[in-house]
């Protein structure tokens, strides 16, 4: 059982930084189909790592990038 608790938190963690990756690179101003595509997954799952919109409010943020 140890070893296959430490997967799942070796999974988890990588989770989590995915999601941070793909906040970076939405708030740098790449599209939800970019971050996608440099994550390898689909942009729908970019879309529902932010529900309530954080990564669009990350993006809008940005000096130069239109809502």
């Not at 599209?31 to 990564?55: H, I, K, T, W, Y």
Request: net charge positive; hydrophobic share 40%.
């Amino acid at each position: 059982m140890e070893k296959s608790q430490s997967l799942n938190d070796v999974v988890a963690e990588l989770a989590g930084i995915k999601r941070l990756l793909a906040f970076k690179f939405l708030k740098e101003g790449m599209s939800q189909e970019d971050v996608a595509r440099a994550l390898g997954m689909s942009q729908s799952s970019v879309s529902r790592m932010f529900p309530s919109g954080n990564g669009k409010r990350a993006r809008s943020t940005v000096p130069g990038v239109q809502k």
